[in-house]
Every structure is written in structure tokens, then in C-alpha cells.
């Protein structure tokens, strides 16, 4: 398909792996966070981590938003469908993911919850619309990516006027999960995470632009590259960081031109300011409480907040005492370091976050890499 | 769950919906969080929503600085 196949040019991959291997230093490691699940997928599944030399070390971040939502979320989706006999539409990348006492969406759809996949927000709507004797609740989850849709459905639905349809807010926000990885008290229990630099989002800088990073270069110090999803955006976007640090230069440069620009999609971010607003606290899983992560719906649109119209307070549930998302997802350990790794924790069978989805750290690792170690 | 693709708009509807051509998939699709856009554009979508234009010119010039790097690269990698 055009604008994707170009990008997965075996043979240009080549190319580079070779131009990285000329300009890496020997004298020198690199580590480098791809901090998107889409990079994490891309780097797994085309192998991109055995064209790169020895000393260049990629490390997967948080940006899964299945693996980062936290399991008292999913919990009260389950409640809204179980107790209060809503409607429940949801992606489809959350159906599984583990909740309290063994369930998931998956399985309280089995037992009697009427919960729907959907494709977009938009579809969401159009089921309340169909079915004014039933409350429809869109669980929306998702980054900056999939903030704005939810934004356009919660004002489609004040236009409509409608009654039954609301939405439980679970939008998170990129810049700070990265911050709390710089900067967090977990990396001084860890250890330090020894990172030279950032992958940047793909799509979600579509939305926000590069501009939002320009902080993270200022202030820590360090590069960060915004890559396209595709095999070769990816090595280009190490082979931009290798030479940032080699230059000793921390700066944000943007590999994915084609669809980022500095400001971002202006139309989309007024949009998602008109309809939501900070909150001041909200938990991620694996990364704990995060001050001014997530958005909340504003009071104008408080009609269609699920959180306000059901009884719903928040429970946050600890995750297994052996997993270690925390540590993986701001790169302090790796998959294959987990106990339950394979054995316990498949994705099948997923007790962790990053088992979840594919994007996340330990299902790309289990689907591409597993037996690389061996 | 991030991820999205780029898409071919070839038919524009009423309500901000427009068709893509998803490799001889057509699918219904949002316009609106995009503003401009004519048929033969490409956009990236996501969840159903065209999340911004796709720049021709600038996919064109990091294809040539890929294509330059096989050209100088490709043999001494191959052999
Ligand atoms: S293997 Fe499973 S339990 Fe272990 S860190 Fe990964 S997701 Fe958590």
C-alpha cells in the first residue's frame, strides 16, 4: 500500500543498519526509549533490534494505552455493564485486559453484560440514538489519539440532545508519562534508567505537534526523534538520535514530516480543550499516580459523564505481586526478567499490562523475540 | 491501539464523512478534526477519524534520503 510499503524497503533497511553502524562509536553505549507500542511493535516484529550494533540498546516505554490502563478502571466499566445494565461500547484492545476477581470485558460479556465492541466513538452514538430505552456508555481509553474522536462524539451527542449516552473518561496524556519516567522516585529505587534519548510518538504527534518535547530536550537534556510506525522511520529515527549524541546536541527533530508538523492538528486540540480539562490526579498502571495525566470531562458537558451520572468511585487494585510492568515500562528491567515471563503470563492468559496488548513490552517480546535468548 | 494508516479519501459525503481506499477496502470514515481536504488526498485514520493530511512532498523527501543511503550503503551490506 502506498506510504507503507516504501517504508518497509528490506533492502534500504539494510542501507541504514549499515549508516548506524558507521556512525556509532564503539567507544560508546546508546540507549535509546521508543516510548509508543507502535514502535515497540514495529521494532519486534521486523527485528529491527538484530540490524542494530551491539552498543545501540532500545529500550520499550510506556505508550501502550491498553497496557497503561489501570485495573480499577476496567473494573468499573465491568460494574457499569454487571450492576447498573448499561450498554457498554468499548476498542476492541480492551476486552481483555485482566481485571479484578479474574474478569475482563470479555468475560462479563459472557456473563450477561451487554458489552460492544466498536470501531469508533462515532458508532457508540449511533447505538444510543437507536436505542433511547437503554443507556449506552462509551468507555473511551486512548491518548491524544483517540481523545479528539471522543471529543467530536460527546458534542455530536449535545447536539442530538441525547439522554442515554455518556462516556467513562479514561483519556491519558503522552508528555506526562514521560516526565514521570525522567523524574520519577521508582527510577531511584531501580536504579537509573541510562537513557540518551527518545523515540517520539508517531500519530499522536500528528495531533500535538513536536512542540510539546521541546521541554523534554530543554530542561533533561535529552534528544528525542519523532518516527513514523514503519521499519526504516524507526532505524532512521536511532540513526537522527545516534548523531544527536555524538554531537552532543539535545534537540527535537522530526523524522516523520510527512504527517507531524511542529504545531499539530489545531482544529482537533481546540476541540478536546473545548470538552475536557485536566485532572489533577489519575493512576496509570505500572506507573502509579501521576499529577496532570489524564483529562476529565468539562462541567458544561457534565450530562454526558459517566463517572457523574453512576454511582462509580475508583478503586485502584494493586497489580501481581511478581509482575514487573512498573520496572519494564520505564526500562529498568526487561521481559524475559519477569518470573511469570512465558510461563505464568502469556498472552492467552496475560496477568500483567504489558502482556495485553501487542504493542505492549512483554507480548512483542513473547510473539517475535522469545527465542532469540535461548 | 495507536495505530493508524494512511488512506486514500476517494469520495466526499455529506456530515464531514468522506470514503478511503484501504487497499480495495472502502470504508466510511470522519472528516472532522480535518479541514480541506479533496478527493486523492491521503490522511491518516485512526479509529474511524481521519486525524491529519499526509504531506506528499515530505513523504517524497525522506524516500529519497532512504533511496540515497541504499544506493551508498546496499552493496558493502549485501557482500
Ligand atoms: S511477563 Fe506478565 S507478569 Fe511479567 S512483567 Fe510482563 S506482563 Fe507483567
Known amino acids: ?374 | 491501539m495507536c495505530l493508524a494508516i494512511p488512506a486514500r479519501i476517494v469520495e466526499l459525503r455529506s456530515d464531514d464523512l468522506a470514503v478511503v481506499d484501504l487497499a480495495g477496502v472502502k470504508k466510511e470514515i470522519s472528516l472532522a478534526l480535518v479541514d480541506n481536504v479533496v478527493v486523492g488526498d491521503y490522511v491518516i485514520v485512526h479509529v474511524g477519524y481521519a486525524l491529519n493530511k499526509l504531506d506528499p512532498e515530505e513523504a517524497a523527501k525522506t524516500l529519497a534520503l532512504f533511496a540515497e543511503l541504499g544506493q551508498l550503503d546496499a552493496p558493502s551490506a549485501v557482500h
Open chain 1, 1 to 374: 500500500m502506498k506510504y507503507i510499503d516504501e517504508f518497509r524497503d528490506g533492502e534500504v533497511a539494510r542501507g541504514l543498519a549499515e549508516a548506524i553502524r558507521r556512525e556509532a562509536n564503539p567507544e560508546r553505549r546508546y540507549h535509546f526509549m521508543e516510548f509508543c507500542g507502535g514502535h515497540t511493535h514495529a521494532i519486534s516484529r521486523y527485528g529491527v533490534s538484530d540490524l542494530l550494533p551491539d552498543n545501540v540498546k532500545m529500550i520499550h516505554g510506556p505508550g501502550c494505552p491498553v497496557c497503561v490502563l489501570p485495573i480499577g478502571r476496567v473494573d468499573q466499566a465491568i460494574r457499569l455493564a454487571l450492576e447498573n445494565g448499561v450498554t457498554l461500547c468499548t476498542y476492541g484492545d480492551c476486552l481483555r485486559v485482566p481485571a479484578s476477581d479474574s474478569l475482563s470485558l470479555l468475560k462479563a460479556k459472557a456473563r450477561g453484560g451487554d458489552i460492544r465492541m466498536v470501531y469508533s466513538s462515532a458508532d457508540a452514538v449511533a447505538l444510543a440514538q437507536k436505542n433511547p430505552d437503554k443507556q449506552v456508555v462509551f468507555f473511551a481509553i486512548g491518548f491524544e489519539t483517540t481523545t479528539p474522536p471522543t471529543a467530536v462524539a460527546i458534542k455530536q451527542a449535545a447536539t442530538l440532545g441525547l439522554k442515554n449516552f455518556s462516556v467513562l473518561c479514561c483519556h491519558v496524556l503522552t508528555p506526562s508519562a514521560i516526565s514521570s519516567i525522567l523524574e520519577s522516585p521508582e527510577v531511584r529505587q531501580w536504579g537509573t534508567v541510562p537513557l540518551d534519548g527518545f523515540i517520539g510518538p508517531a500519530h499522536v504527534s500528528t495531533i500535538i505537534g513536536s512542540r510539546p518535547y521541546e521541554f523534554f530536550a530543554e530542561e533533561y537534556r535529552k534528544p528525542v526523534v519523532i518516527a513514523g510506525f514503519e521499519p526504516l522511520d524507526v532505524m532512521q529515527a536511532i540513526r537522527m538520535l545516534i548523531r544527536q549524541v555524538n554531537e552532543g546536541r539535545a534537540e527535537v527533530e522530526n523524522e516523520f514530516s510527512r504527517a507531524v508538523d511542529r504545531d499539530g492538528n489545531k482544529k482537533a486540540q481546540q476541540l478536546v480543550a473545548e470538552v475536557f480539562e485536566m485532572r489533577k490526579n489519575f493512576e496509570w498502571r505500572g506507573l502509579n499516580i501521576l499529577p496532570y495525566s489524564a483529562l476529565r470531562i468539562r462541567s458544561q458537558f457534565a450530562e454526558f459523564d459517566a463517572e457523574k451520572r453512576f454511582p462509580l468511585d475508583y478503586q485502584p487494585v494493586p497489580d501481581h505481586k511478581a509482575c514487573e510492568c512498573g520496572a519494564i515500562l520505564r526500562g529498568v528491567k526487561r521481559p524475559q526478567d519477569c518470573k511469570l515471563f512465558g510461563t505464568v503470563c502469556t498472552p492467552e492468559n496475560p496477568i500483567g499490562s504489558c502482556m495485553v496488548s501487542s504493542e505492549g513490552a512483554c507480548a512483542a517480546h513473547y510473539t517475535y523475540g522469545r527465542y532469540k535468548d535461548v
